[in-house]
């Protein structure tokens, strides 16, 4: 999953960068309003990270002239403010959650699962194919029963597969939401990993789920 994190302070920026990174997120950066705004109108993110104390435009201006403009992306601001109306002013300009530092680690991740969730998911946070399961709060993928360790990288496109299931995903696609911007990735990155998630997650259990649609990408269903 592909995250934008508009946030001034660099130290910051950078820690949480690293700390997502390591939970499997593609995590692209801002240190402005401006550049946080053109950032997220030039591509397609899963969720973005937004700061209300920003230089330029505020979080709070961002967030209202991306809402304007038709970009329904799921956005969680932060603030050092936690007054009652600094929150109602963060959800009527169209955020969908807000969270005030100094604030948990742990607590931003949980609620980057729930922005998250396809509405089709409800409240159920595991993911389903077939046997196939994986549960975004442990990391943990499983196929009938049997626990699968994957790499950080081959998680993070399993889980964009498994978000998408059904769906026909190309190479590009999955390049926008697995890795940053700053990472020189091509096609053949992808079919590498693929690769490697078949040989994981179809080769031992004699049954296909990850399947290629020829000239358009790949796309993962239980068609048994």
Not at 195 to 210: A, T
Request: charged share 30%; net charge negative; glycine share 4%.
């Amino acid at each position: 999953m592909r995250i934008l994190l508009v946030e001034d302070d660099v130290a910051i920026a950078q820690s949480l960068k690293e700390g997502l990174e390591d939970e499997a997120y593609a995590v692209d950066v801002a240190h402005d309003g401006d550049e946080g705004y053109r950032t997220a109108t030039a591509d397609e993110y899963d969720v973005i990270i937004l700061d209300v104390m920003l230089p330029e435009m505020n979080g709070y201006e961002v967030c209202r002239v991306l809402r304007k403009d038709g970009n329904q992306t799921p956005i969680l601001m932060l603030t050092a403010r936690d007054a009652e109306r600094d929150i109602v002013e963060g959800l009527d300009v169209g955020a969908d959650d807000y969270l005030a530092k100094p604030f948990s680690f742990e607590v931003l991740l949980a609620r980057l699962r729930a922005l998250l969730r396809r509405p089709n998911e409800k409240l159920e946070e595991v993911l389903r194919v077939g046997d196939l399961t994986l549960d975004p709060s442990l990391k943990k993928v499983t196929r009938a029963n049997q626990e699968i360790s994957l790499t950080t990288k081959e998680y993070a496109v399993l889980e964009y597969l498994m978000r998408n299931a059904g769906k026909v995903l190309s190479k590009e696609q999955i390049i926008s939401h697995v890795w940053d911007f700053d990472a020189d990735v091509l096609p053949n990155n992808v079919e590498l990993f693929i690769m490697f998630l078949r040989r994981k997650i179809d080769k031992p259990f004699d049954s296909k789920l990850i399947h290629t649609v020829p000239g358009f990408g790949y796309k993962l269903e239980d068609k048994s």
